[in-house]
């Protein structure tokens, strides 16, 4: 089993790579400077750096780097600085989605290739039932007009959910919806639910890195787990421990 992971680099990404190196997967990262990965990372035999831009490949490398992959993990984000926020490319995550899955149409394999986007709990699943409050309706209108990662995000999982859609037979996905991340040092128990059972804006639950991390890596891995969330936007919660 080959994965591809693209947002290798960031917070999130690192820990998933490792988490699958840790099962013994055979993993392909692109990434803008392997110097951003860890050494323990880097120095796994199991790795394989491409060092690029993810939007700056041709189509032709693009399908070259999907081929062969039984999964494909994007943990792309925004940096957290005015250039990352409004400058370009504004539509990072959405944009390599697209092409990711472009890429694995190309290589028209045999089984679906699973396709596990790292999303959040500010975007609402419009195939379910997911009402919020008016305030929370009014705060996310303002973060679209004002926070263009945001929108990316919206339109990254609407691409997976509309255009890839339940029964395509070359792509299947799960866009994971973390709450408000944090990080911890180990793996902990945490909570999978369909939908926010809390306020993304009002009421924010946390979720460790680490277990989204763990929890992308099941998806990819435990085929019980992908079966159980394949199509759908599980909403990921580090479980509270009451003394």
Known sequence: ?????VGASGATGRLLVQQLLNRGRE???IVRSPDALPEEIRSN???SVIEASVLNLSDAEMARHVEGCTAVASCLGHTLS????????RRLVTDATHR?????RVNAPEQPVKFVLMNTTGNRNHDCHEPIS?????????LRLLLPPHVDNEQAA???RTQIG?????IGWSAVRPDGLIDTGEVSEYELYPSPIRSAIFDAGKTSRINVGHFMAELICNDEVWRKWQGQMPVVYNKVVIE
């Open 100 to 104: 990711l899955c472009n890429a694995i």
């Open 45 to 47: 035999a199991n790795l």
């Open 158 to 160: 609407d691409y997976l």
């Open 166 to 170: 339940q029964d395509d037979n070359q």
């Open 1 to 5: 089993m080959t994965i591809l992971v």
């Open 134 to 142: 008016f305030a929370q309706q009014c705060v996310l209108g303002l």
């Open 27 to 29: 993993i392909r990262v």
């Open 82 to 89: 005015f250039k990352g926020i409004y400058g370009q490319p």
